[in-house]
Structures are given as C-alpha cells and as structure tokens.
C-alpha cells in the first residue's frame, strides 16, 4: 500500500513536443503536457467533452527514451508522483504549479 499514498495514473495526447535539457554528467529531463478528455451528457442530453491538461517532468534515462520517440498528438500512459511547487518570477511573483513527476512510461497506439 505504501505505492498508493502518492500515485498518479493517466492516459492521455501530448501537447506538444517533449523540452529537453541536459545537466551535468548527461542527466536530462523532458518536460511536456498532456491532455486527458472525459465525456458524459447533460441535462438536456447533450454530449459534452471536459478536457484537462497535465504538467509531467520526466528524468534520467527514461527523459531520452521522450526524447526520441514521443512526439505531439501521440497516446501515451503514465504513472507517477503528483507534485506541488512554488518558484518566483523574475519580476518578483510567486507562482504555483503542479506537475506529475512520472517513474513509469507506455506508448499507446499504432506505430509511426
């Protein structure tokens, strides 16, 4: 039960192309969004469609493997670890973001 105390699982579309940087002795991470989309009808019976987005970090060996095969529009599962952070802005804001550290890494679909 200890995996479950902070665990996040989603399948979803990227967004965009994976951000690559690299730091140090080649340890990288990749950085994208994905977008997940639920269904269900309205009041009126009308089909409605509630998209979200989702920050997600990946890093070390698993970041090159995003690198070299992801690409935007693909499927993709993850799971992983949801994260809250606070960092400030060069003007001085403090901004809040939450992303979802990912440890594990499936490509859904067809090959390309």
């Known amino acids: 039960m200890k995996?479950?105390?902070n665990s996040?699982?989603?399948i979803g579309r990227l967004g965009k192309d994976p951000e690559v940087k690299t730091y140090g002795d080649n340890k990288k991470k990749a950085s994208f969004s994905i977008a997940t989309t639920d269904s269900y009808k309205n009041a009126k019976g009308e089909k409605v469609e509630d998209t979200q987005w989702h920050n997600l970090v990946i890093w070390g060996s698993l970041a090159g493997v995003a690198e070299k095969y992801l690409k935007k529009g693909q499927e993709i599962a993850v799971e992983g670890k949801l994260v809250h952070r606070a960092y400030e802005t060069n003007a001085?804001?403090?901004?809040y973001i939450t992303e979802i550290n990912v440890n594990d890494l499936v490509m859904l679909g067809s090959k390309q």
């Open 92 to 95: 001085g804001e403090k901004r």
């Open 8 to 10: 996040v699982q989603l």
């Open 3 to 5: 995996t479950l105390r």
